[in-house]
């Protein structure tokens, strides 16, 4: 199994501002996953965050929007850049276990641009 | 394209059974999952199926049929805190997992 640590849970932010947030993970992985959940609706894949490359974005997002660290094997951030109104949602972070049959989330970060 | 189907709502009563299900068109099959979110929080897993047939966990049991696309969530013995959204997410060919927009159980007294 896997812990993973998320923060912040929840926050307000101006337009125009950057909010980054964070995922420690209690074991090493390989990948990792961000999310976007409008209420009410299913997961939206944003980027897989691999450790030593570049993360690899879905159709939609872009890495000038979203950029993703993954220094290492146990952490990740995410950064929603320059936020307006429509950025706001509840994001969550992902890892799958090594033999990939479950996947953790983290508590998710419930964010609100004002 | 890749689809996941599952109903938007259902209601069920406290002590009887539900089933929730969910059919995929995806690019590539390598496993369905199962979980469970509460409103304001992250889901929790509750199953994972990669071959034919049913898996039982307790009160709660998933059933897979690859060749028609086909996954459902059985709730036995329905409790209050049961009431949750269930998703269902089935990971391609490209080991991305695809998620249903998720089922809202309902449970009355």
């Known amino acids: 199994s896997a812990v993973i640590s998320q923060k912040p849970s929840r926050d307000i932010c101006q337009r125009g501002t950057s909010l980054t947030i964070q995922c420690q993970v209690d074991?090493?992985?390989?990948?990792m996953f961000w999310y976007r959940q409008q209420p009410g609706q299913s997961l939206t894949l944003i980027a897989t965050?691999?450790?030593?490359?570049?993360?690899?974005?879905e159709s939609g997002f872009v890495i000038d929007k979203f950029p993703i660290s993954r220094p290492n094997l146990t952490f990740s951030t995410l950064t929603v850049s320059n936020m307006s109104p429509e950025d706001s949602s509840i994001y969550l972070c992902?890892?799958?276990?090594?033999?990939?049959?479950?996947?953790?989330f983290g508590q998710g970060t419930r964010l609100t641009v004002v | 394209g890749q689809n996941i189907d599952q109903p938007t709502e259902m209601t069920a009563t406290e002590g009887a059974i539900v089933q929730i299900n969910c059919t995929y068109q995806?690019?590539?099959?390598?496993?369905l999952f199962w979980y469970q979110q509460h409103a304001g929080e992250a889901p929790t897993f509750l199953s994972y199926n990669v071959l034919d047939g049913l898996e039982e966990k307790g009160r709660f049991s998933s059933f897979l049929s690859r060749s028609k696309g086909y996954s459902y969530l059985l709730l036995k013995v329905l409790q209050m805190k049961d009431s949750a959204s269930y998703l269902c997410a089935v990971r391609d060919s490209n080991y991305q997992l695809i998620w249903g927009a998720g089922t809202k159980l309902i449970i009355k007294p």
């Open positions: 992902s890892v799958v276990t090594g033999d990939g049959t479950e996947a953790f």
């Open positions: 995806t690019s590539g099959f390598n496993g």
């Open positions: 074991s090493q992985v390989t990948m």
């Open positions: 965050a691999n450790q030593g490359s570049e993360a690899t974005y």
